[in-house]
């Protein structure tokens, strides 16, 4: 089976044409994690990428949504984690793993953090990170991957052993083994477990991880991460970028690329991160995503929100550093929805934080993708 390698360079060109016409319509936000604490962002399924932030962590090893559609966790080797409110825009320390060598991270349910140590150790927190405890041990010593989907949580070794938990990590059992020396990551898709090598084979287990099968490669070497797409396929990664889309982990596109090296994490924010999905209660500030989004070019984007009451309103843009980068001017409007079009001069392609404010005090923020 063969699959086509991305070109190494895409030009800015190519970045806006592949926006326009290969993103597929409400493609999620992809997040992928450069162990020098780079993080970046696609916003059309993997296709294009750009920096999002930069975390002052030399060694970081995972990337992982939290429980709320705007939460992402990241962890460090020596255990340092880091939580993220706003779909990765904005970065704070929240705890850190009592334990040397960790190299994943799960959220296995609501407010639960799982963190696993290439000697076994599993760590669990019930305080969004603040605070790890000791859960569990694990045999062997070269433990790669951790992860939570359909009631379980799943432990990969490097050399292909597969442990299930389904108590949140707190027992395990070894329910199959893979004949690979050089696993890298785990995933349950439904029903089916997938694994991925590094050297570019997918095996896929449909009873529990208990037996295994072959059923695709991506015919390349250096193969980083797995993460769910939309509609029930499959992404992967290397750890130079380069990004390749499955429909059911057999066949396989490369869709896009970072040209980075020691990319570690993948991550997705499926339901979309940066949209609260809870309906909206009286009084409050409503602020729906910009459209277009991302704004390919010069103008710019419509903003749409409601007002509880009458109100001055004004927009300002925030770049990934939390610097104001531009300022709408306030403007008065009635009570009820409205809609500004803004077109600030930002010069630099990338994301922004947008955020509305009024007099009264009350604001909103979302995300606006720039690509000029």
């Known amino acids: 089976m063969t699959a086509r390698r991305p070109a190494a360079c895409v030009s800015a060109a190519a970045v806006a044409a592949a926006l326009v016409l290969a993103a597929p319509s409400g493609a999620a936000t992809l997040f992928a994690l450069v162990d020098t604490g780079e993080l970046f962002v696609s916003p059309d399924g993997g296709v294009s990428w750009s920096v999002l932030s ?21 962890a460090s080797r020596t255990g340092d984690v880091h939580l993220s409110a706003d779909g990765g825009l904005f970065w704070t320390p929240v705890g850190s793993v009592p334990a040397p060598d960790v190299v994943a991270m799960s959220a296995a349910g609501s407010g639960t953090l799982l963190a696993l140590t290439a000697s076994g150790s ?25 992860a939570s989907g359909d009631g379980a949580v799943w432990s990969l070794t ?33 029903p089916d477990v997938l694994v991925l090598t590094a050297s570019g084979d997918v095996w896929r287990s449909t009873d529990g991880a208990a037996s295994w099968a072959a059923v695709g490669t991506l015919s390349q070497v250096g193969m980083a991460a797995l993460e769910r797409a939309e509609g029930g396929g499959v992404l992967a990664i290397t750890r ?5 889309s499955s429909p059911d982990g057999a066949v396989w596109t490369w869709i896009g690329a970072i040209n980075q090296q020691n990319v570690v994490g993948l991550a ?28 390919i070019g010069p103008g ?27 300022r709408r001017p306030p403007e008065r409007l009635p009570a009820g929805p409205a809609t500004l079009h803004w077109a600030p001069r930002i010069a630099a392609s990338g994301p922004y ?19 000029r």
């Open 54 to 74: 930069e975390l002052p962590v030399p060694d970081a090893v995972a990337l992982v949504r939290g429980a709320s559609a705007s939460e992402l966790y990241l």
């Open 268 to 295: 997705t924010d499926l339901p979309p991160t940066g949209v609260d999905l809870s309906p909206a209660r009286p009084g409050d500030l409503a602020l729906s995503p910009p459209r277009p989004n991302p704004r």
């Open 122 to 146: 599993v760590w669990r927190s019930d305080d969004g990170g603040a605070t790890f405890l000791p859960l569990a041990g694990l045999t062997a010593s070269d433990h790669v991957a951790l």
């Open 353 to 371: 934080l947008v955020r509305l404010s009024t007099d009264s005090g009350a604001t909103a923020a979302t995300r606006w993708v720039l690509v």
């Open 300 to 326: 710019g984007s419509w903003f749409d929100f409601v007002l509880p009451s009458p109100d001055r309103v004004a927009l300002a843009a925030f770049d990934v550093r939390g610097r104001v980068v531009a």
């Open 240 to 244: 130079q970028g380069e990004v390749a």
């Open 158 to 190: 490097a050399t292909g052993t597969v442990r299930a938990s389904t108590d949140d990590g707190a027992t395990w059992t070894t329910v199959g083994a893979l004949p690979v020396p050089d696993a890298t990551d785990v995933l349950p898709v439904g």
